[in-house]
């Protein structure tokens, strides 16, 4: 006897828990290309919604023929064309909310570059907003990517802006920051406050006096117990704002990927469970446990906790610093500057992160760890051996690499037999390749940053994203970038041809392999039947579009659940 799909459909519908499943579909889209992303990366030219969910796909003759009813709502792509939402795997939105919104946005990705004197120059402007007894806080200043290479401010410069406020700017990488006298002062750091360990170092001048340069998330900690906390209301206000920038991206599914980094595990969670409350964001979230700030013994929340809208899945370690920043763990020390014998750093001795990961993966926890320099890969990947010594079954529990920027063909090979999924932050190759390959690590390094050309061959999953607010939220960036992996700065030429892949791979990266890595490609990251109606409409079809035009495509439309985003 032969089923038919609506039927299918129907009893989908009615096992998602829907009690009333009617005997049309709310929302049908046709006339214009259906990118599913399946299995077998078909195109469709029609899709129904019901109840939030996807009941059919196929012809738009036959969908509307089984599907539309009176009160069903047509969408005309009219040439348009629909995906599956975005997935962003690794954005820390409260830190994108607090460092874009509510402090002083320094980052500049266009050219040209900003000076030690254009960074003063806004500094100084965004002084006057300063209130009494505030501190002037800023992200995104970029020694790699600012006139002259590599130009670095310090507390003498940023005394430049004020002697009398205190100032605290992180660097774009988020792993340096820079402070001004004052704030040493206010935070109580001298030159005999110890470094704080986790990697953490206050950098000091020939002279052993403090130059104001930060090394790593601890050393801040001082500072950031000193600067006035924004109100629930700000937060509250910025947190949307930025998530209705990610959707607006095409973003429906993102990472929060350092819950409790900023303002501690209880208050971020209690912030970001209060915020999608009710749909409350226009974006799912998926909810990573920043494993320092998780309190000893801790068990509050359970691995899998939530629901469809926020997620906790994840726990998140740092393992190493900044490639660009030269904090990076290598195997061989950077070229710049010559005759260096700087190699970067390990945040942790082997054991201690094995210790400290350990107690999240027995407890179910899936596990997430920064590791951009190949000395912190080959680190992180011992240490997820032993964690997964016995298991018949490795690959599901979806380990996580977070960047794998540095790395070598045995490292990708040994993640790939693991079921380790890596993230890449694809815009390494384009902002900072220059940098890379003719200053920072050489050419040959260089051409392996985000190998996704060696784990596509070795038959297993990876994904992009931004690291925000490292790098911009831009899904369709993505896709070029690893596809055409051109670099930005001129003469642009390609980095690493060789681990270029196919727009469908690069696709892949930003929607299913994505949700895979988050534990949730079961719900979301293709267009398929029963899954959750998260779309979004294109002006153009990136499998159609020349690559160096598909980071120009338009967002229309964001929808999550069946219903379209508005803000």
């Known amino acids: 006897m032969k089923i038919s799909n609506k039927l299918i459909a129907s009893l989908i519908g009615l096992s998602c828990g829907l009690v009333n499943a009617a005997p049309s579909a709310d929302t049908i889209f046709f006339g214009g290309p259906?990118?599913?992303?399946?299995?077998?990366?078909?195109?469709?030219?029609?899709?129904?919604?019901?109840?939030?969910?996807?009941?059919?796909?196929?012809?738009?003759?036959?969908?509307?023929?089984?599907?539309?009813?009176?009160?069903?709502?047509?969408?005309?792509?009219?040439?348009?064309?629909?995906?599956?939402?975005?997935?962003?795997?690794?954005?820390?939105?409260?830190?994108?909310?607090?460092s874009e919104v509510l402090g002083l946005n320094l980052s500049n990705f266009t050219m040209p570059y900003d000076t030690l004197d254009t960074l003063v120059a806004k500094m100084q402007a965004h002084l006057k907003t300063v209130p009494p007894g505030g501190w002037l806080f800023g992200f995104g200043v970029d020694p790699s990517r600012t006139t002259p290479f590599?130009?670095?401010?310090?507390?003498?410069?940023?005394?430049?802006?004020?002697?009398?406020?205190?100032?605290?700017?992180?660097?774009?990488?988020?792993?340096?920051?820079?402070?001004?006298?004052?704030?040493?002062?206010?935070?109580?750091?001298?030159?005999?406050?110890?470094?704080?360990?986790?990697?953490?170092?206050?950098?000091?001048?020939?002279?052993?006096?403090?130059?104001?340069?930060?090394?790593?998330?601890?050393?801040?900690?001082?500072?950031?117990?000193?600067?006035?906390?924004?109100?629930?209301?700000d937060l509250a206000g910025a947190v949307k704002k930025t998530t209705q920038t990610i959707a607006a991206a095409g973003v429906t599914t993102s990472a929060e990927i350092t819950l409790g980094f900023n303002l501690g595990l209880d208050n971020e969670v209690k912030l970001m469970q209060g915020l999608t409350a009710n749909e409350g964001l226009p974006i799912r979230i998926r909810a990573y446990l920043y494993g320092p700030a998780v309190p000893a013994g801790y068990k509050t929340l359970k691995p899998g906790d939530g629901d469809d809208r926020l997620r906790f899945v994840g726990v998140k370690f740092i393992s190493d610093g900044s490639t660009q920043g030269l904090t990076a763990a290598l195997n061989e020390p950077y070229i710049y500057p010559k005759n260096t014998q700087n190699r970067g750093n390990l945040d942790y001795n082997a054991e201690d992160l094995y210790k400290q990961m350990k107690v999240f993966f027995d407890q179910g926890w899936q596990l997430a760890v920064h590791a951009n320099g190949d000395r912190a890969i080959e680190q992180t990947l011992t240490n997820y051996s032993k964690l997964l010594a016995g298991n018949p079954n490795p690959a599901a529990r979806r380990l996580r690499i977070e960047h794998f920027t540095i790395n070598t063909q045995d490292q990708v090979k040994k993640a790939a037999q693991l079921g380790v999924v890596p993230g890449f932050t694809i815009g390494h190759v384009d902002y900072w390749g220059e940098a890379f390959h003719n200053h920072l690590v050489g050419p040959e390094r260089a051409s392996r940053i985000d190998p996704s050309a060696a784990f596509k061959k070795e038959?297993?999953?990876?994904?992009?994203?931004?690291?925000?607010?490292?790098?911009n939220v831009?899904?369709?960036?993505?896709?070029?970038?690893?596809?055409?992996?051109l670099w930005q700065k001129p003469p642009r030429k390609v980095l690493g041809p060789e681990q270029r892949v196919a727009v469908d791979d690069a696709i892949r990266a930003v929607t299913i392999n994505a949700a895979y890595e988050m534990m949730s490609d079961d719900k979301v990251g293709s267009l398929e039947l029963g899954k959750l109606a998260d779309l979004v409409i294109l002006d153009r079809n990136p499998r159609q579009t020349p690559i160096e035009q598909i980071g120009k495509i338009k967002v229309k439309e964001t929808w999550i659940d069946g219903k379209r985003q508005t803000w």
């Open 34 to 98: 259906i990118v599913t992303v399946n299995a077998k990366s078909e195109e469709v030219q029609a899709l129904a919604v019901q109840g939030g969910k996807i009941v059919a796909l196929g012809t738009a003759a036959k969908v509307k023929q089984d599907w539309q009813g009176s009160n069903t709502k047509l969408v005309d792509l009219k040439g348009q064309t629909l995906m599956p939402g975005f997935v962003e795997p690794h954005i820390h939105i409260i830190g994108t909310a607090m």
């Open 150 to 233: 590599m130009a670095e401010l310090n507390a003498d410069i940023l005394d430049k802006v004020s002697t009398t406020v205190p100032i605290f700017i992180v660097n774009q990488s988020g792993h340096i920051g820079y402070v001004n006298h004052k704030a040493l002062e206010l935070a109580g750091v001298t030159e005999a406050t110890p470094s704080p360990g986790g990697g953490g170092v206050y950098v000091k001048d020939a002279k052993g006096k403090l130059n104001g340069v930060l090394i790593e998330p601890p050393t801040y900690a001082p500072f950031m117990a000193k600067m006035p906390v924004p109100s629930a209301a």
């Open 459 to 471: 038959g297993a999953r990876f994904a992009y994203h931004s690291d925000s607010p490292v790098s």
């Open 474 to 485: 831009g899904p369709l960036n993505y896709i070029a970038e690893g596809a055409g992996r």
